[in-house]
């Protein structure tokens, strides 16, 4: 039994090693593509490094590089956080938040990537690269949030702008109900007067017509004597 226990430890170990450089092969392959700029191929070899061992840093580390240049930064994102949680050297770790802080800067997301930057700092202090990138993304932050204040500003002026033409506009509406208002009293006042002069008329129509009536039976009812 000990010896059968030997074997396969050394059948399990050349496995493990037979894997490991088919692994290598790989990742190998996968760079070539890479320098290539044909990420997408390159994708697909450090995705099959992968199949049997989806915790191996190089390959996720390639990976999320080739996702990076394919501008698909918040898978990259994903693959370099699941890189930290697993804990690296600090070589790795500064390598890996360095490349994060990267992916947060395309996406414009400054603060995080100060922050991932000086992660990175914190595992290698003397990396040139992150210090100026650190660098480059305060600056764009301080100018981020200074575009910021004035576009507040200016949807402040904007909406106060909108809300004094809403207020020119009701007052308009309102004074032009209000003369439409008094253009329709004046013609009801004006159709009043009319009304009263038309019957006035009438009245007076009727006085002349019972007058000439009256006159008609007067001369109606007069002898007129013959001359004979």
């Keep these: 039994m000990k010896y059968i226990y030997i074997i396969l430890s050394l059948l399990l170990s050349l496995s493990t090693n037979i894997y490991a450089q088919k692994q290598i092969k790989q990742i190998r392959k996968g760079n070539k593509l890479y320098k290539q700029k044909k990420y997408k191929e390159a994708e697909v070899d450090y995705l099959k490094s992968l199949e049997k061992n989806n915790k191996y840093y190089k390959g996720l580390f390639n990976l999320s590089d080739a996702l990076y240049k394919q501008e698909r930064y918040k898978e990259s994102d994903s693959i370099l956080q699941n890189i930290i949680y697993q804990s690296p050297d600090k070589k790795y770790l500064a390598n890996t938040y360095h490349n994060l802080g990267n992916s947060l800067l395309k996406q414009k997301k400054y603060e995080k990537s100060i922050k991932a930057y000086k992660n990175a700092l914190r595992n290698n202090p003397d990396d040139k690269d992150t210090k100026y990138n650190l660098e480059y993304a305060k600056k764009y932050l301080v100018k981020q949030q200074q575009q910021q204040k004035k576009q507040n500003k200016d949807n402040k002026n904007n909406k106060d702008k909108q809300k004094q033409q809403q207020n020119k506009e009701q007052q308009k509406k309102k004074k032009q ?21 038309m019957l006035e008329a009438l009245k007076q129509d009727e006085k002349k017509v019972l007058k000439k009536v009256k006159k ?12 004979w």
């Design 177 to 197: 109900q209000e003369k439409k208002q008094q253009q329709q009293s004046q013609a009801q006042k004006i159709s009043k007067k009319d009304a009263e002069r």
């Design 216 to 227: 008609e039976k007067t001369t109606s009812n007069t002898k007129i004597d013959k001359d």
